[in-house]
T-cell receptor
C-alpha cells in the first residue's frame, strides 16, 4: 500500500470556522491531489499540486485553499466552513515518471454543523 | 460538463456470472483510463488500467475494453464473487498545460449476490 496518511480521519466542526486537513506521503511522489466524494457526484477534484509550492485549482475549488511547503505534505484549508462542505475528502498521489496510477488515502469524513 | 460518465448507478449480478460496468467519455485527448474499486469507509484502490493506444487489457478476472471511436470503456469481471461488491469508479487521465489531471465518473455500485 502506498504510504499516504490523512489526518484527522473524522472531524465535526461548526459553520464559519476554519478547518485544515492534512495529507502526508512517504512515497516522494511529485503530484498530490485533494478530492471530495459526494453521493451522485463521484470524486471531484478540489485542488492539486505538481511540486513544492506549485498548485492549481480543480473543478470545485471555491471555498478551499491548499499549501505544499514540502514534498510529503499537502494541506487543504476550508477558510470558513459551510454545511455544503460536509463530505468525505480524499488525498491522492501520483508520479507520472513512474506510472499513471493514482493512489488514495483512507479519507477524512468532515461534518459541518 | 461531465467529461467522464457512468450512467448506471447500480448493478446486481449473481455470483459466478459476468459483471459488466460501463463508462463513457467526451474528450478524445485522454492518455489513460483507470478503474478503481471502493469499499465503504476506505479510499479507492486501483484495479486495472488501459492506455489510449490499446483496446484491451486483462488481469486475472478483470478485463478492460476500450472503444475509442465510441469513446467508451467497459470493465468485465468474470466470474463475479461476493467480495467484488463495491463501488467502481472509472477515471481518465489527461495532460493539461503540462500537468496531469484525473477525471472521475460518478461510480457504479456493484452487488454480487451469493
Amino acid at each position: 500500500d502506498a504510504g499516504i496518511t490523512q489526518s484527522p480521519r473524522h472531524k465535526v466542526t461548526e459553520t464559519g470556522t476554519p478547518v485544515t486537513l492534512r495529507c502526508h506521503q512517504t512515497e516522494n511522489h511529485r503530484y498530490m491531489y485533494w478530492y471530495r466524494q459526494d453521493p451522485g457526484h463521484g470524486l471531484r477534484l478540489i485542488h492539486y499540486s505538481y511540486g513544492v509550492k506549485d498548485t492549481d485549482k480543480g473543478e470545485v475549488s471555491d471555498g478551499y485553499s491548499v499549501s505544499r511547503s514540502k514534498t510529503e505534505d499537502f494541506l487543504l484549508t476550508l477558510e470558513s466552513a459551510t454545511s455544503s462542505q460536509t463530505s468525505v475528502y480524499f488525498c491522492a498521489i501520483s508520479d507520472p515518471t513512474l506510472s499513471h496510477i493514482q493512489y488514495f488515502g483512507a479519507g477524512t469524513r468532515l461534518s459541518v454543523l | 460538463d461531465q467529461q467522464v460518465k457512468q450512467n448506471s448507478p447500480s448493478l446486481s449480478v449473481q455470483e459466478g456470472r459476468i459483471s459488466i460496468l460501463n463508462c463513457d467519455y467526451t474528450n478524445s485527448m485522454f492518455d489513460y483510463f483507470l478503474w478503481y474499486k471502493k469499499y465503504p469507509a476506505e479510499g479507492p484502490t486501483f484495479l486495472i488500467s488501459i492506455s489510449s493506444i490499446k483496446d484491451k487489457n486483462e488481469d486475472g478476472r478483470f478485463t478492460v475494453f476500450l472503444n475509442k471511436s465510441a469513446k467508451h470503456l467497459s470493465l468485465h469481471i468474470v466470474p463475479s464473487q461476493p467480495g467484488d461488491s463495491a463501488v467502481y469508479f472509472c477515471a481518465a487521465v489527461g495532460r493539461t498545460s503540462g500537468t496531469y489531471k484525473y477525471i472521475f465518473g460518478t461510480g457504479t455500485r456493484l452487488k454480487v449476490l451469493a
